[in-house]
């Protein structure tokens, strides 16, 4: 009885207390996956270096640094399973969110160390890990966004292709995190807008207007916003209190339940813009959408000024990883601009603005010859409708809010009917070889931080 009086308590902490960087993980039915295994871990690691130098040939000195990098790497990401902090996703398990960070950290000290190299020295190590590269350059002499006037069905075809997947599966995820309608375009056609500013240094920005405005920001990237936003109304319009796996009977059920484990544990209906919001919630929203344009530049810059490929594992691999860091780097900078209760930011989008700055140093740094051909007449205008278009966008959606606040509250007063009220429950009679029981709401749902930070 003590125990469960010690937890009610500590239930209702969490209440009062934003967890940007450690949230807890409430009703856990299988506890060997939450408990500490410190000493079985340790053991296992001692016995994988064990056999990893025994039992290798350490002849090559290129084979032995490579091993030598690994093995500290491996250890460092144990050390961040261990030590580091869950975040805020609970989902598939903390430990998957501690890697994550751990795999940031060790990529921001690697950013680190290369800033402080020679261009020739990092080429090398490229080629010592890439060979490949050794061969490529990137090609100046291809010409971008040529003969715009001619446009035919094979032309426009030969546009649709693998990248254009990728706009629109990227920006399905984009919207699953921003959840935001107005920020979304916003960052969309600001990104455009870039792409022509930088065009004179980066040519594979150079590109027809119907690529640019049609195919990109209607067709791959309207498209995708809308099936993420989609998506959003479908899981945040439902509630979920998750079954035990133990105390369902079937194993069909079990197995749905185990696989169920990969979803979100909860949906929250997001509110980067309220009605009421201040000044310093509207510069923080500005904010987001600046980080990401020079998020997406350090991709192009980088790729350009290193000669890397756009499918190589490098480039590839970079946009996975920040694809990674970005889930809960979003949601803690959401945590820190909504709720007063929240003082600091989140150590995760923390890490994630050293990885952005740094990135732009390098580029900024190796490219310097490059970059010193920049007009910066545009730059400066690049920046005026950067701060133009954003705030026209933020400014008009706090608007919209306020409208539709006030209809509905002139919809409220004009019945006195209880069953007009636009939250209408039916909860599902649960099935023991179900994962949940499901509470379906019409409307929006009532989910959402209930303060805002003044």
């Not at 079985?40 to 350490?58: E, G």
């Not at 509905?408 to 029981?437: F, G, M, Q, R, Y």
Request: glycine share 4%; aromatic share 14%; with cysteine.
């Amino acid at each position: 009885m003590a125990k469960s009086k010690s937890n009610n308590d500590r239930s209702k902490s969490y209440d009062n207390f934003c967890y940007v960087n450690e949230r807890p993980v409430d009703d856990i039915s299988l506890e060997f996956f939450y408990k500490p295994h410190t000493i079985t871990l340790l053991s296992v690691a001692v016995i994988a270096v064990i056999l990893s130098v025994f039992l290798r040939n350490d002849d090559n000195l290129q084979d032995n640094i490579w091993h030598g990098i690994l093995c500290i790497c491996f250890f460092f990401l144990i050390i961040s399973i261990l030590a580091f902090p869950n975040g805020p996703f609970i989902r598939p398990h903390p430990a998957i969110w501690r890697l994550v960070f751990g795999v940031s950290v060790i990529y921001l000290l690697g950013l680190l160390f290369i800033l402080f190299q020679s261009y020739d020295t990092i080429k090398s190590i490229m080629y010592w890990f890439y060979p490949d590269l050794i061969d490529f350059r990137i090609d100046l002499e291809k010409e971008y966004g040529v003969n715009c006037s001619d446009i035919t069905v094979e032309r426009v075809w030969n546009h649709i292709d693998v990248f254009a997947f990728g706009h629109l599966f990227g920006w399905a995820m984009k919207a699953l995190l921003v959840r935001h309608y107005g920020i979304c375009w916003t960052i969309s056609v600001t990104w455009e807008i870039t792409e022509v500013v930088f065009a004179h240094l980066l040519p594979n920005f150079s590109e027809c207007w119907w690529d640019a405005m049609i195919l990109d920001v209607l067709i791959c990237n309207g498209l995708g916003i809308y099936l993420g936003m989609v998506a959003c109304r479908y899981l945040e319009n439902e509630t979920y209190e998750w079954e035990s796996i133990k105390s369902i009977p079937s194993t069909k059920g079990k197995i749905r339940r185990a696989v169920l484990q990969f979803t979100p544990a909860s949906w929250t209906h997001v509110r980067w813009l309220d009605p009421n919001c201040t000044y310093m919630r509207f510069f923080a929203v500005y904010q987001l959408v600046f980080f990401w344009q020079v998020t997406e530049l350090n991709t192009f810059f980088l790729k350009h000024i290193f000669e890397i490929p756009p499918g190589h594992p490098l480039t590839v691999g970079r946009i996975a990883l920040i694809g990674l860091i970005v889930a809960p780097t979003l949601r803690q900078y959401y945590s820190y601009v909504t709720d007063p209760r929240c003082k600091r930011v989140g150590t995760q989008c923390w890490v994630f603005g050293a990885i952005t700055l740094t990135e732009a140093i390098i580029w900024t740094k190796f490219g310097l010859e490059l970059v010193a051909r920049t007009q910066i007449k545009n730059i400066l205008v690049w920046l005026l409708i950067m701060v133009g278009m954003t705030f026209a966008c933020l400014a008009f959606c706090v608007y919209y809010s306020r409208r539709n606040q006030t209809v509905a509250a002139d919809s409220e007063t004009s019945t006195d009917s209880p069953l007009a009220s636009p939250v209408k429950e039916a909860i599902v009679k649960p099935n023991h070889a179900s994962h949940t029981k499901v509470t379906r709401r019409k409307g929006k749902s009532i989910n959402g931080p209930p303060l805002f930070k003044n």
